[in-house]
């Protein structure tokens, strides 16, 4: 009995780590081009939430120079494509975008399609559904593709049973409404990206090809 269970064991720890993928295999060609610079492209807005797209706009900034890029600045950038009627992203994700190499220096641009935006009080979550793709500049590759449905939990314990449980319904209510929606976008944000390679200031730039790389698209609740 216990042989069987040892290889039962065995082979499930085989499967796990045969599918396990690594970042170079992933998304290999963010090591052969190596981009430095990164410039944010205007949200693509699928949800009737007409505001998601300014909201989420400035909450990639911070994440991605995280990550160790040059980002360049969204208010900027958010200047040049607006006079340069590139307010709409849905006309360069899959164009040439030799022009904000050429213009910006940039080394590649980051997309995002946020397709769910919903808030509910009484549970105490938002959530966001958003795909990343990150695009060369010089070969118009897509260097990082990932998308993920993140709820930002916002929910307060302010104690238990009778009047403890009201409190706790009202509090959370009070704090979903005052959650801020740039720092709830940040936080999805920083989640789907977890896996992305570091850039040249990150701390394990060029060091990080071995480590595990996330699904695709991936489901999650975050505080």
């Given at each position: ?53 300014d909201y989420f706009y400035t909450t990639l900034y911070a994440p991605l120079c995280e990550k160790g890029y040059y980002v360049y600045s ?85 104690g238990s049973g009778g009047f403890g449980a009201l409190a706790s319904l009202v509090a959370t209510a009070i704090n979903t409404a005052a ?45």
């Open positions: 009995m216990k042989k069987y269970v040892i290889l039962g064991l065995m082979t499930l720890l085989m499967s796990s780590c045969a599918e396990q993928v690594t970042r170079l295999a992933q998304y290999p060609k963010m090591y052969e081009e190596k981009p430095l610079t990164i410039a944010v492209m205007p949200p693509i807005n699928q949800t009737n939430f007409v505001e998601a797209k969204p208010m900027m950038t958010m200047e040049m494509f607006q006079s340069e009627s590139a307010y709409d992203a849905e006309q360069f994700i899959e164009a040439d975008l030799s022009q904000f190499r050429n213009v910006l220096g940039a080394d590649a641009a980051m997309f995002t399609i946020i397709k769910s935006w919903k808030r509910n009080k009484i549970g105490g979550k938002l959530t966001a559904g958003v795909e990343y793709i990150l695009r060369s500049t010089k070969t118009g590759e897509t260097l990082y593709k990932r998308e993920g449905l993140i709820s930002v939990d916002t929910s307060v314990k302010a959650t801020d929606k740039v720092v709830a976008g940040r936080r999805c944000t920083v989640f789907v990206l977890s896996d992305m390679p570091e850039g040249k200031y990150g701390t394990q730039y060029d060091q990080d090809q071995n480590l595990p790389a996330g699904k695709s698209y991936v489901k999650a609740t975050v505080k």
